[in-house]
């Protein structure tokens, strides 16, 4: 897990809202911003890794990203699960739903915070004004699947 601690996030703050800006999947480059493979990490990995920034090839945000979920064609176009991956298959559709960023374990803890606190309602308020509308049918379908399975 990168820096538990929190950091000052003023010192990255605008170009962190750049990339939170910019309609493309943003947990890669929100990576690079991170601090990089840090010992307290809980992967059991024997070779000195600290300070990496790569990408772990976990597949957290290929799982939680919600167009992958809603067009699961997009998924079978690729066995790799890395933010490379993300970029290729789901590329300018992204939703900017931010969700990739908080599975992924390279993001530092002050990446997902600033998320959290300063972006959710933005996210929100835009995705609930895509539903009804009548060019995103596939977001009206699962939002009805995901209700009649509650
Ligand atoms: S839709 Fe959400 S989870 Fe998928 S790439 Fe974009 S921000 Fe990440
Ligand atoms: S969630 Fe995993 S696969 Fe995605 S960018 Fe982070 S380390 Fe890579």
């Known amino acids: 897990m ?9 010192e990255i703050e605008g170009v962190l809202n750049e990339i939170l800006n910019t309609l493309r999947p943003p947990v890669g480059r929100c990576r690079l911003l991170s ?4 010992p307290g990490h809980a992967l059991n990995i024997t070779e000195d890794i600290s300070g ?7 597949g957290n945000c290929v799982d939680i ?9 997009r998924r079978e176009k690729t066995e790799q699960r890395t933010s490379m991956a993300l970029e290729s298959i789901v590329g300018e559709d992204c939703d900017l739903c931010d969700a990739c ?7 530092d803890t002050t990446i997902k915070n ?3 606190n ?23 379908l699962f939002l009805e699947e995901a209700l009649s399975q509650a």
């Open 101 to 107: 960023i908080l599975a992924c374990p390279q993001v």
């Open 2 to 10: 990168p820096l538990r601690i929190q950091q000052d996030v003023k």
């Open 35 to 38: 601090s990089g493979f840090n």
């Open 65 to 73: 990203c919600p167009i992958l979920v809603r067009e699961p064609s």
């Open 52 to 58: 990496h920034k790569e990408c772990l090839a976990c």
């Open 118 to 140: 300063h972006r959710m309602i933005e996210v929100m308020s835009r995705l609930e004004k895509r539903i009804g509308d009548e060019d995103e049918p596939d977001l009206d």
């Open 114 to 116: 600033y998320v959290v």
